[in-house]
């Protein structure tokens, strides 16, 4: 079967600092999606990536599909404290089918 | 401001217990997603519904677990009897089938004693 590895597992950070995180897969993937879970709450989508390749930024996030189609980073910059919470990768085979990654926990220290 | 709603948020109750978690997909969405998160095992994905159908429910413990559709605006989600390693929370999702971008409802806390 297909195995999804994200990492780190959990970063405690001070606010200010950049954030890198990344998924790799045993597979190949058609689109990337990263998704932000708040304390309490469900995941929402930050940014989606369609091609090998591809780099795309919202706001301070920026994320790659990398070229092999087999893994993504998600950058953070200048964290901030509503930065906190669970981050996951979520590669998609197509026909809305999401495979999600264990999720990286993400803790800012003002 | 669409959004996925769900109930309850919190639920407590006994072992042997029937548990019965509901959601109400985005209007005008046709695929609707029930997802389980565990510490230990993320999130995984158990059943998922495109026009009603069920497509897929493989990730589903089909002995205890039920789900359905019985119309375009309810989701259910059923487990007949609860046991303590049921205990999670349940996230219900909706989207249009073709689109990636899935709608997380706020979930169901359910602990099972």
């Known amino acids: 079967g297909q195995q999804l590895n994200q990492s780190p597992q959990s970063m405690f950070i001070q606010e200010g600092e950049d954030v890198s995180m990344n998924c790799t897969s045993s597979?190949?993937?058609?689109?990337w999606l990263w998704y932000k879970q708040d304390p309490g709450e469900g995941p929402v989508l930050l940014i989606a990536?369609?091609?090998?390749?591809e780099l795309t930024s919202n706001g301070r996030l920026t994320a790659q599909f990398g070229i092999t189609r087999k893994d993504s980073f998600l950058n953070i910059s200048a964290s901030i404290p509503s930065d906190v919470g669970i981050y996951f990768c979520?590669?998609?085979?197509?026909?809305?089918?999401?495979?999600f990654g264990t999720g990286t926990r993400l803790t800012v220290i003002p | 401001d669409a959004r996925v709603t769900q109930t309850p948020r919190d639920k407590v109750t006994e072992m042997g217990q029937e548990v019965t978690m509901r959601c109400q997909p985005i209007?005008?969405?046709?695929?609707v997603f029930w997802y389980r998160q565990t510490m230990m095992q993320g999130l995984e994905l158990l059943a998922y519904?495109?026009?009603?159908?069920?497509?897929?429910d493989s990730g589903m413990p089909k002995d205890r677990f039920s789900a359905e559709m019985p119309d375009a605006t309810l989701a259910t989600l059923k487990i007949q009897p609860s046991e303590p390693r049921d205990s999670a929370v349940y996230f219900c999702?909706?989207?249009?089938?073709?689109?990636?971008?899935?709608?997380f409802g706020p979930g169901t806390r359910l602990l099972v004693l």
């Open positions: 597979s190949i993937f058609n689109t």
């Open positions: 999702a909706s989207g249009l089938s073709g689109a990636e971008t899935q709608y």
């Open positions: 519904f495109r026009n009603r159908a069920p497509l897929d």
């Open positions: 209007l005008g969405h046709n695929t």
């Open positions: 990536l369609y091609k090998a390749g």
């Open positions: 979520a590669p998609q085979t197509g026909a809305n089918n999401l495979f």
